[in-house]
């Protein structure tokens, strides 16, 4: 319901995290890798002071909704996939519902398998994340550095 909810009022910035997920996986997974270990560690080491725990509080709610908005963005463009497949035309609001249900199904009968099911969550959450800041929130496209 709140992927439906995201994807009704902020359809661009949902679509913009899950292109940049599916276009630049192995970017997405470094950045969300990056932003997890560094938030996280960023995180215990102001809870050790009384003066910073409500901003502690903060981060992780702001690194909660990372992760959230970035399921958000994969499920979209899991349900934008069902939909070309389908051949069946949805509103972005119903593909992301229907495709962050979908990856959550997946992700729930994956865990029965020991190994597989808890890398794979890990990875899609990193993934997830990753595009979150890479497009920061959905606000702006991911554009790759280009060499010359």
Not at 41 to 47: D, G, I, N, W
Not at 88 to 109: C, D, S, Y
Request: hydrophobic letters at 60%; zero cysteines; aromatic letters at 4%.
């Amino acid at each position: 319901m709140v992927a439906a909810t995201v994807a009704r009022y902020r359809p661009a910035g949902a679509r913009r995290v899950g292109e940049t997920a599916t276009q630049h996986t192995l970017v997405s997974v470094a950045m969300g890798a990056l932003v997890g270990v560094v938030g996280v560690s960023l995180l215990v080491t102001m809870a050790y002071t009384i003066v910073l725990i409500p901003v502690t509080l903060l981060g992780l709610a702001v690194l909660g909704l990372a992760v959230l908005y970035g399921w958000i963005g994969l499920g979209l463009e899991a349900g934008r996939l069902a939909a070309r497949v389908l051949q069946r035309p949805l509103r972005p609001a119903a593909a992301a519902f229907m495709g962050t249900l979908a990856v959550m199904l997946a992700l729930e009968l994956a865990s029965a398998i020991p190994a597989v099911g808890g890398l794979l969550a890990i990875s899609l959450t990193l993934l997830g994340l990753g595009a979150a800041a890479l497009t920061r929130f959905g606000l702006r496209p991911f554009t790759p550095m280009v060499q010359d």
